[in-house]
């Protein structure tokens, strides 16, 4: 374990955690967009436009992610590399669900206020997962 940490580049990884909050904030945004016009103008059950948003946002993130967050990793490319970020987004999907639905539904918290916490608790997840198993070095 000790080795493993000792080969962290400290000041590259700060640098890549930079890039990924500014492409997480951009990302963010288009995903809660997708989520009020799902559910505010269509309709669309709040968890079913949440989920759709989220799996959008992925698709997105993964383009940005390889090309300007984690630009001199070897990407992990064609289907496998999409494949391994997908598993882990999916991961990310169902902490998603669990929480914003005990939220909702158990606690009555608006919706979107739900979604804010939410995208707290899987950032970071989101990020160390990504870096350091499908964009690792």
């Not at 993130?61 to 090309?67: G, H, L, R």
């Not at 919706?111 to 970071?124: E, I, N, Q, R």
Request: net charge positive.
């Amino acid at each position: 374990m000790r080795e493993w940490l000792s080969k962290i580049d400290i000041k590259k990884l700060f640098h890549e955690y930079y890039r990924y909050i500014i492409v997480g904030l951009i990302v963010t945004a288009m995903d809660y967009a997708l989520l009020i016009i799902m559910k505010e103008v269509f309709g669309v059950y709040y968890l079913t436009a949440a989920c759709i948003s989220y799996v959008v946002a992925n698709v997105t993130q993964y383009i940005c992610c390889a090309k300007y967050v984690f630009p001199e990793c070897p990407r992990p490319m064609g289907l496998r590399g999409f494949s391994m970020f997908f598993i882990l987004g999916l991961i990310g999907l169902a902490i998603l669900y669990a929480i914003m639905y005990v939220l909702v539904e158990k606690f009555q918290v608006y919706y979107l206020l739900a979604k804010v916490v939410v995208s707290g608790a899987t950032f970071t997840f989101n990020f160390l997962t990504r870096r350091f198993i499908v964009f690792k070095y």
